[in-house]
């Protein structure tokens, strides 16, 4: 249990100080690591009063930042191949050319792009009702901007708008994090008897001075190596958050604010207007793909947090979703209640064609007393899919998987 999870009242204002940094609709986070590219590499050693981990770390659960704007940085490293053709087989009716009349500017499918290859942020935020992240891409923009009741997206690509409203159960509580704060949170999540937590000096970003902590599990079988949270030394706000391998080489996934203000933002970052002969599509009109509702969120966390290895009621068959295990070892269990990947993509020599040789180069067949099935990789996550239908996934090596797998037996 990380330190100040034993104090109810810092933990509820670790969580209010999240919400103010990125827009409601991507606060949501199921999970997240993420990591800082070279570009922005540590520039001094400014000399800083010795802190402890603890209290860094309390340092941050207390950081009640409300006003900043910034760029921030995102490079992710997860060993996937190119989809090519495979796109359109994959993706959901939410995108750009796919089925449905789902829009391209819904931010449930728009920010996933985050999750590979580099991408440059505009952020902003003035209090807890008003938040604008923008992707800047080559020739176009998508920005996500919360103000009030109102949840915009705008794709300029497409001239495509997305208007949902913020009080919404459950709305895009699926999507990926955005900026080192969000990620921070996750990993702080971790912290516990398995793991190693200490101060590894001192560094400047982003114009700002900052304490560095390390945060490095304890247990063998993670594919987690270490990970950096630089913590601007006054603030308690994460300004970097590096996430590097077991394995080694690059970080996995990188992200760190290459320039920060904490001034107001000017009122006019909020206002939105959707332009003259764009495409409007309401929440309610939308077909993009099923979310994850809070309920299994609270569920999935129960279960992380408080009850390794017991049943916590979540969808996908009769004995729902558990982890086993525990700390960075921990296995997520889900029981799909029928042969293949949940949502109907089939594993092993099920799939042919493209399909099949895009599965083919992700896995690798595995047999042993719970069956047969396939190992999914990337240089984080990986999942193990049986045959008879039950996922094991987590961040942990094949032979973890496989392991967990024979436990259940």
């Known amino acids: ?56 770390i309390q340092k941050i659960a207390e950081s009640d930042v409300q006003r900043l704007s910034g760029t921030v940085k995102i490079t992710t490293d997860l060993g996937l191949p190119d989809l090519g053709g495979l796109e359109g087989a994959l993706g959901g009716a939410g995108a750009p ?15 996933t792009e985050l999750a590979t290859g580099t991408h440059t942020l505009r952020v902003a935020a003035d209090g807890p009702d008003r938040q604008k992240l923008s992707v800047l891409e080559d020739a176009a923009e998508y ?16 001239n495509e708008v997305f208007h949902g409203t913020a009080g919404d159960a459950g709305q895009h509580s699926a999507e990926p994090p955005a900026t080192p704060k969000d990620f921070a949170d996750q990993a702080l999540k971790a912290v516990g008897d398995t793991t190693s937590v200490t101060v590894d000096g001192t560094a400047q970003v982003a114009g700002r001075d900052a304490y560095k902590l390390l945060i490095e599990p304890r247990q063998s079988g993670s594919t987690v190596g270490a990970i950096s949270i630089a913590v601007d030394a006054k603030t308690g706000l994460p300004l970097k958050f590096t996430l590097t391998p077991a394995s080694g080489g690059a970080a996995v996934v990188d992200a760190g604010f290459t320039k920060i203000s904490y001034a107001k933002p000017a009122a006019a970052t909020f206002d939105f207007t959707p332009p003259k002969g764009a495409r409007v599509t309401e929440e309610s009109e939308s077909q993009a793909g099923r979310q994850v509702t ?80 396939t190992v999914f990789k990337t240089r984080l996550i990986n999942a193990l899919i049986t045959d008879d239908g039950t996922v094991y996934a987590g961040a942990v090596t094949k032979e973890a998987l496989v392991k967990a797998a024979e436990s259940e037996r």
């Open 1 to 56: 249990m990380a330190p100040y999870e034993s104090d109810d009242s810092t933990t509820a204002r670790r969580r209010k100080a999240a919400r103010y940094v990125v827009p409601v609709a991507v606060v949501g986070v199921a999970a997240g690591t993420i990591g800082l590219v070279p570009a922005l590499a540590d520039s001094g050693s400014p000399d800083l009063p010795k802190i402890t981990a603890e209290q860094l």
């Open 97 to 111: 050319g796919g089925e449905g009349d789902g829009s391209a500017a819904d931010p449930s499918a728009k920010l």
């Open 143 to 158: 920005s996500l901007i919360h103000n009030g009741k109102d949840v915009w997206g705008y794709d300029s690509a497409s």
């Open 294 to 373: 809070p309920q299994e969120e609270e569920d999935l966390a129960k279960g992380l947090e408080e009850g390794f290895g017991k049943d916590t009621g979540g969808p996908g068959g009769s004995e729902g979703m558990k982890v086993i295990g525990e700390g960075w070892t921990s296995v997520a269990v889900l029981d799909t209640g029928g042969a293949g990947i949940p949502g109907g993509l089939p594993s092993g020599d099920a799939a042919g064609g493209d399909l099949g040789g895009f599965l083919d180069s992700l896995g690798d067949r595995v047999k042993g007393d719970f069956g047969s099935g």
